[in-house]
Structure formats: C-alpha cells, structure tokens
C-alpha cells in the first residue's frame, strides 16, 4: 500500500473563500491525481500530475488549479469555493501512467 | 460524455452465490482495464486488472472477463461473501494516456 495522506480529512467552508486540499505521497510515484466522487457520476478528474511542475487538466477542472513543487505532495486549491464543489475528493498515485492507482481515504468538503 | 458505464447502481446477491458486475466502454483505444472496490468513508482499493491481449484473468474468488469485440468486461465473484459488500468501480485506460476513466460504480450487497 503506498502511504498516501490527505489534509484536511474533513472541511467546511463558506462559498467564495478559498480553499487547498493537501496530498502527501511516501512512495516516490511520479504520476498523482486529484478525483471527486459524486453520486451518480463516479470518480472524475479534476486535475493529474506527471512530475514536479508538470501537471495537466482532467474533465471537470473548472475552478480549480492544481501544484506540485515536489514529489511528494500535490495541493488542490479551489479558487472562490462553491456549492457545486461541496464533494468527497480523492488523491491517487501511480508509478507510471497507466497502471493500478493508490488512493489516499478521501477529504469531504461541503461548501455552505 | 462517460466514457465508462457501469449501467447497475446496485446487485444485491445471496452469500455463497455468483456476483456478476458488468461494465461497458466506448474508446476503442482503451486496452487496460482495472477493478476496484470501495467501502463508505475509505479510498478505492485496487482489485484486479486485465489488459487486452488477454480475455480473463482470475484472482482466487475474483475473475474479470474482457470481451473487446463488445467493448464489454465483467466482474465475476465466487463464492460471494459478506465482505464483499461495498461499491465497486471499473476503470479503462490507453496504453498512450496518463489517466484512468472511471465508472459510476455498482453498489453491491451480499446478503448474509
């Protein structure tokens, strides 16, 4: 299991504040991914990362930016949160791009 | 547009007996193809996994079958236990791509 932790665990926030999800990695994987799990829509990329400073967009990206100045750790930062954002967010990993991913236990946010 | 459908939010299955999941994709450029398994409030957990130069690949109780004339895979689980009862996700990928695209999940219930 790789060792994965994501900060805060649980969040609420009022809509148009700002707002950064943390993910941590201790396995060195060069590929990590933030998700959001919604009823009925499964898991959908938000944003991917294939190395430090590389990152690119996934299918549901809008108000969101991504970073990752090192490997370990990829922040997701929701510019002006809303209630269309209120969500349980994955991060996951990979070694390599298309392989099994590793997921870390989810942060639930809920933008009031 | 879901690339990846899972077309049954829920099964609900009598222990000892088959569980069959079903899963079905558009991208004929999809050639890995992964299982995973999700209990409320922790992250998904890989399952299993089958690329497309194989049609079945069996893990102890678990068996996925990939039929690519269909654009079709299943998910066989036998014996069924009450363990088993979690939310499960199929996800595709291209061998070129960086990224996974996941289903809607299937809710399943083994009824003790």
């Known amino acids: 299991d790789a060792g994965i932790t994501q900060s805060p665990r649980h969040k609420v926030t009022e809509t148009g504040t700002p707002v950064t999800l943390r993910c941590h990695q201790t396995e060195n994987h060069r590929y990590m991914y933030w998700y959001r799990q919604d009823p009925g829509h499964g898991l959908r990329l938000i944003h991917y990362s294939y190395g430090v400073k590389d990152t690119d967009k996934g299918e549901v990206s809008d108000g969101y930016s991504v970073s990752r100045s090192k490997t370990e750790d990829f922040l997701l930062t929701l510019e002006s949160a809303t209630s269309s954002q209120t969500s349980v967010y994955f991060c996951a990993t990979t070694a390599r791009g298309n392989t099994e991913a590793f997921f870390g236990q989810g942060t639930r946010l809920t933008v009031v | 547009d879901q690339q990846v459908k899972q077309n049954s939010p829920s099964l609900r299955v009598q222990e000892g007996r088959i569980s069959i999941l079903n899963c079905d994709y558009t991208?004929?450029?999809?050639?890995?193809f992964l299982w995973y398994k999700k209990y409320p409030a922790e992250g998904p957990t890989f399952l299993i996994s089958?690329?497309?130069?194989?049609d079945k690949n069996e893990d102890g109780r678990f068996t996925v079958f990939l039929n690519k004339s269909a654009k079709h895979l299943s998910l066989h689980i036998v014996p069924s236990q009450p363990g088993d009862s979690a939310v499960y996700f199929c996800?595709?990928?291209?061998?070129?791509?960086?990224?996974?695209?996941f289903g809607t999940g299937t809710s399943l219930t083994v009824i003790p």
């Open positions: 991208n004929s450029m999809f050639d890995y």
């Open positions: 089958i690329s497309s130069i194989k």
């Open positions: 996800a595709a990928s291209a061998n070129t791509g960086n990224q996974f695209y």
